[in-house]
């Protein structure tokens, strides 16, 4: 059965009002690996005329790397204070990831901490995985994140909230919003690294790069010693440019 997704709109009603979430269908839950993913993707006209029109440029940026599309592997990474969400990609056992290009965000909300609870307009913080290709959304096409994770789920509050999406458009109460023209590019990548046989595609989001210095300037913050859970993570693909092994990058 189709699974119904509620999406992050901009519209205010009232300090007081909830956020409107407008409900759109997905092809399916758990999307498949291989070859195949593409002729389903293929069946979505917004996808067929992203292939058209934006297939070219991305092509060329894999070329320009010496990725192979049939090989691909991607890792999508966003730092808070840089406003930027950051497509690192390689061939298939063929190394460090390298950075592909860079998306800026097309609007926010919130503030730097972890997202924990419904209605907070926070962007989650952690390590997360493309669970979700959507491409008949409400904002052109989106890819939806696997928040709340175990992780999140472990810290027992009630209603964490749900359906944190990267997504067209520019407005956001909690997604991650790169236009309509940004999206069509990261979109036809995940289907690439789909269909090359990628089952997981990680999505780290941090506050801020977690370095020392950056640490030093918020020794007070409330979020202090969940961020330090997330440092080690940080750093292993800072120093080595590929994935941490997931004992490492557990959220505390």
């Known amino acids: 059965m189709l699974r119904r997704l509620l999406f992050c709109t901009a519209l205010t009603l009232s300090s007081a009002s909830l956020f409107a979430q407008i409900p759109a269908a997905p092809p399916a839950p758990g999307p498949a690996v291989g070859p195949a993913f593409w002729q389903e993707q293929l069946l979505f006209p917004r996808v067929r005329d992203a292939k058209a029109t934006t297939g070219p440029r991305v092509d060329a940026r894999l070329r320009a790397k010496h990725l192979n599309p049939q090989r691909l592997e991607i890792f999508l990474r966003l730092i808070k204070t840089q406003s930027e969400l950051e497509v690192w990609a390689r061939n298939m056992g063929g190394g460090p990831f390298e950075l592909l290009h860079s998306y800026e965000l097309a609007g926010t909300s919130g503030t730097l901490g972890p997202k924990r609870k419904s209605g907070d307009y926070q962007v989650p913080e952690g390590f997360y995985e493309i669970d979700r290709f959507n491409p008949k959304s409400n904002y052109h096409l989106s890819l939806g994140l696997n928040y709340p994770n175990e992780a999140d789920r472990a810290l027992g509050e009630p209603n964490p909230g749900g359906d944190i999406f990267i997504h067209g458009s520019n407005v956001t109460v909690g997604?991650?919003?790169?236009?309509?023209?940004?999206?069509?590019?990261?979109?036809?990548?995940?289907?690439?690294?789909?269909?090359?046989?990628?089952?997981?595609?990680?999505?780290?989001?941090?506050?801020?790069?977690?370095?020392?210095?950056?640490?030093?300037?918020?020794?007070?913050?409330?979020?202090?010693?969940?961020?330090?859970?997330?440092?080690?993570?940080?750093?292993?693909?800072?120093?080595?440019?590929?994935?941490?092994?997931?004992p490492t990058i557990a959220q505390k």
Do not use: N
């Open 175 to 246: 997604c991650l919003p790169i236009t309509d023209a940004g999206i069509e590019e990261v979109y036809l990548l995940a289907v690439m690294a789909r269909a090359s046989g990628q089952a997981v595609i990680p999505v780290h989001i941090f506050p801020f790069p977690l370095t020392p210095a950056e640490f030093a300037k918020r020794s007070m913050s409330p979020h202090y010693a969940f961020w330090k859970g997330l440092q080690k993570g940080y750093q292993h693909f800072e120093t080595t440019h590929d994935l941490p092994p997931p």
